[in-house]
Every structure is written in structure tokens, then in C-alpha cells.
């Protein structure tokens, strides 16, 4: 592959308050990064790449994804958040081995590509050994993506004489392990960040300590938030008077948040990632979207567990943006018995959503989120030349409102194309099918065994 790549004649939502969109326009990259963007760009010693009829976007960032439940994707689809905790932590995830893991992240962060995604937030809970994790972060680097691995505890129901799993501090030796080997950096595709329990899922012992931990590394400390009774009442109150929450505090779901505790967390400067989608499946309540808007900042989003729905970041933004306006239209209604004169969030934003505010999310902005000189070549080309997308009028509008994993024709991360012409370019996918098949079956038939042998 020529180290220099001309994509020639996309239309360019470049999401970059520094750089234009152009209705048609060139994107020369050099070195993995983007070297310039301009209406016609003339350049010798590069491969040059047609993509007339396409729209280049940013890579999607998902920003909350738990990769290890590939291997069961539909299985929980008719379960309540309820059903979920039993049937998933306290009983499947007791089932994998490190394989499984292995095997069920490679394949969620290929289909991740497949559907546009360049940047993956893997929330990987279900390392109890660390060859579970070690499989993981192998199967992320070896699938090419860009990944943020956040690094988890399971949550199994404690044996006689375990302490619960909220008692349990994060395991500090395993952060600095993994910080002496593949992530010990913060410039490769490959970083960390820890999915700590939080107050909500922890004592406020425990919350502390993994506060503290994640600061002292520089760690984004990422939390989920709702999901029945906190364990610590009034945790984020003594939290912030401890001077522990700020920039690199990110909150999941926040379905349940005061308004009141929500403003000071923003007000601090933490992030919100909403699964807008799950959320409402599972029972997490309404996401936050609007309670953020109002507040003057914005969610990222992702797609949370495979083990439910589909996982096109497209589809997520398109049901955030969606149930937002749904809402925002029957508040107006209730206030002045009609719907707002106009809507009341643009597609647009939507697609900020997927892009520069998960970016923003990870400390990555500088880097990645939008299409600029400088910033590292993780593009998304949208086939619009489908009978389904023309004819294009608004160009946010056709990915957000009208495509889908299917009009994904090419992506590149770092400047090297990972999906081109339709096709990833992964070897051995019936292979590695066929395992993750496999696995997930096993992992079932293993706990209907447990279950009639109770």
C-alpha cells in the first residue's frame, strides 16, 4: 500500500469547527494521518482512490460497548435489566473461558469496522483471570481497530466466605501490569481507561480508592450509573467534596440522576455516555440527552451489549435523536398544546454524537472525532449512490436518518483501509465464525446443565 492515499471526490462532513464541509472535495493521507483537505488536491506518488457518490464522515466512536457478549448476541433480548444481572453476570459470564473472551471481543470489534466504527470503547467486565484480559486486548489489536480497553471486574454472586463483589477495590496490580505492557501508552490505537464499579455499585470505600487509582495512573475512569437501589446513597455528594470528580469521570446511562446532582457533575466537568437504545430496552429509563442539552453539553454514545441489538452506531445515534425529539415535541405539547414550530435537534448533532463528542469522551479530540490536517486518518466512506440514498440533499440527514451497516464501504483507521469495496479485509472470517459459534454455544448448554442439575 502506497503510504500516500488521495481519496478523490466524496462529499465531506468534516465535523471540525476548523475545517469545511465541501459538497465535493479530496483527502490526501500521508503517514496515517490526514495531510490535507481541499476541493481538488494535486499530488504525485499517491494511490489514488475515486469515491465520487460517497460521504466521507469521521469514524464512529462507540463509546460504551461490553465486546465479550458477541458469542450470545440476541440472547437477552427480552430480558429486563433484572434478567440481565441473572442470566448474564451471575450465571453466563461464570462460563467463559479465556478463549471465549478472545474470540467474542475479535469478532464484536470486526463487526464494529463492518458497520463503520473506528474507535471502539471495550467496557470489559468479565476478566477474572488475566488471561481473560490478556485474550481481550489481543483480540482488540489483532482485529485493527482503534481501541479504548476499559478494564473491569466481573460480578459473579459471592461464594461462602467471598466478599461481595462491591467490597473489592479495583486491582491496582493489574493496572500496573497492563501499563508495562501493550497499553502502556497513550498514542497507539491500543489505550487504557477502567470500568470502575462507581457509587452506585459500590461502598464508598471502594469508590474511593478506585477514584484515586485512576487518577494516579491518568486513567478515564468510566462508571455505570442506575440499574435498581445505589449501594452507596449519596456517594457522589461525598465524592465531590472529596475533590474526586472531574475531567476523566465518565458516567454511563445517569438515567437516574437528580437534576440537581446531574448539573454539578457537569459543572465538573465529567462525561456522559448514553445507550440510548438499551436504556429503554432493558429498563434503564429515558436517556439523558435533553438533561444534558439543556446543560449546555452533549453525550456520547454507544451500543452496550450485543447480547440484546444490532450494533451500528448509526442506528444508535438515529434512536438517541429520535426519542429525544419524541420527547421534547410532547413536552411542548403539554406546555403549549402544540409540537415546537421547528425540531428541536438536527441531525447533525446526531452524528456529533458518534463522532467528536466520543472523542471528547476519551481525551482524544486533538486526534481523532473529525476529519482535519493533523489529526490521524480514521475515515468512514458511505456508499450514497444506493437506490435507498438518493437523492442526497442533506448529507448528515442520509447517514444519520437513511443509511446503514450496508452502505459502509470503506473505512480506514490510522491511514490504512481495515473495510474497502464492501469487503472487510480479515482473513479467515468463516474461521473465526465459526469459533465464536462455537463458544456461545457451549457457554448456553453449559448453564442449562447447571440449571436443571440445581
Not at 483480540?139 to 460480578?155: C, D, N, W
Request: hydrophobic fraction near 45%; charged fraction near 20%; include cysteine.
Amino acid at each position: 500500500m502506497a503510504r500516500r492515499i488521495l481519496l478523490s471526490g466524496a462529499t465531506i462532513l468534516s465535523m471540525d469547527p476548523a475545517t469545511d464541509d465541501l459538497p465535493r472535495g479530496d483527502i490526501l493521507v500521508a503517514d496515517g494521518r490526514i495531510a490535507a483537505i481541499a476541493p481538488r488536491i494535486e499530488a504525485e506518488d499517491v494511490e489514488r482512490v475515486d469515491v465520487g457518490g460517497r460521504i466521507a464522515v469521521p469514524g464512529f466512536v462507540n463509546a460504551h460497548m461490553h465486546s465479550w457478549q458477541t458469542g450470545l448476541r440476541g440472547l437477552a433480548a427480552d430480558w429486563t435489566l433484572l434478567e440481565y444481572f441473572r442470566w448474564v453476570h451471575a450465571g453466563l459470564a461464570t462460563l467463559f473461558r479465556p478463549d471465549d473472551i478472545g474470540i467474542a471481543t475479535l469478532i464484536g470489534a470486526l463487526g464494529q469496522i463492518d458497520a463503520g466504527t473506528t474507535t471502539l470503547v471495550d467496557w470489559c467486565h468479565n476478566n477474572p483471570t488475566p488471561a481473560h484480559t490478556d485474550a481481550a486486548v489481543e483480540a482488540l489489536a489483532e482485529s485493527g481497530i482503534r481501541a479504548a480497553f476499559f478494564h473491569g471486574s466481573p460480578k459473579p454472586d459471592p461464594r461462602p466466605g467471598e466478599p461481595h463483589f462491591s467490597e473489592v477495590p479495583h486491582p491496582r496490580a493489574e493496572v500496573e501490569r497492563l501499563r508495562r505492557g501493550r497499553l502502556a501508552g497513550d498514542d497507539g490505537l491500543l489505550t487504557l481507561g477502567l470500568a470502575i464499579l462507581g457509587p452506585h455499585y459500590a461502598t464508598l470505600e471502594v469508590a474511593r480508592a478506585d477514584f484515586r487509582l485512576a487518577r494516579e495512573f491518568g486513567l478515564v475512569a468510566s462508571m455505570h450509573q442506575g440499574g435498581g437501589a445505589a449501594k452507596t446513597p449519596g456517594g457522589w455528594e461525598t465524592l465531590i467534596a472529596d475533590g474526586l470528580v472531574g475531567p476523566g469521570i465518565n458516567i454511563v446511562h445517569g438515567n437516574d440522576l437528580p437534576d440537581a446532582l446531574l448539573g454539578r457533575l457537569v459543572d465538573l466537568g465529567a462525561s456522559f455516555s448514553a445507550t440510548p437504545e438499551n436504556e429503554m430496552t432493558q429498563g434503564h429509563g429515558f436517556p439523558i440527552t435533553g438533561r444534558l442539552l439543556a446543560r449546555g453539553v452533549a453525550p456520547s454514545l454507544g451500543v452496550d451489549l450485543e447480547s440484546v441489538l444490532a450494533g451500528g452506531m448509526m442506528g444508535v445515534a438515529r434512536t438517541a435523536l429520535g426519542m429525544q425529539r419524541a420527547l421534547d415535541n410532547a413536552e411542548s405539547r403539554r406546555e403549549t398544546g402544540a409540537i415546537p414550530p421547528t425540531s428541536t435537534i438536527r441531525t447533525r448533532q446526531a452524528l456529533s454524537w458518534i463522532t467528536l463528542e466520543g472523542a471528547k469522551m476519551l481525551g482524544l479530540a486533538h486526534r481523532i472525532g473529525s476529519l482535519a490536517p493533523g489529526k490521524q486518518a480514521d475515515i468512514t466512506l458511505i456508499d450514497a449512490r444506493a437506490l435507498h440514498l438518493q437523492p442526497v440533499h442533506d448529507p448528515a440527514a442520509t447517514v444519520i436518518m437513511q443509511a446503514g451497516r450496508g452502505d459502509v464501504e470503506a473505512v480506514m483507521i490510522a491511514g490504512r483501509f481495515v473495510k474497502r469495496d464492501g469487503r472487510l479485509l480479515a482473513g479467515g472470517l468463516d474461521e473465526k465464525l465459526a469459533r465464536l459459534a462455537e463458544s456461545g454455544m457451549r457457554i448456553v448448554e453449559e448453564l442449562h446443565r447447571r440449571q436443571q442439575a440445581a
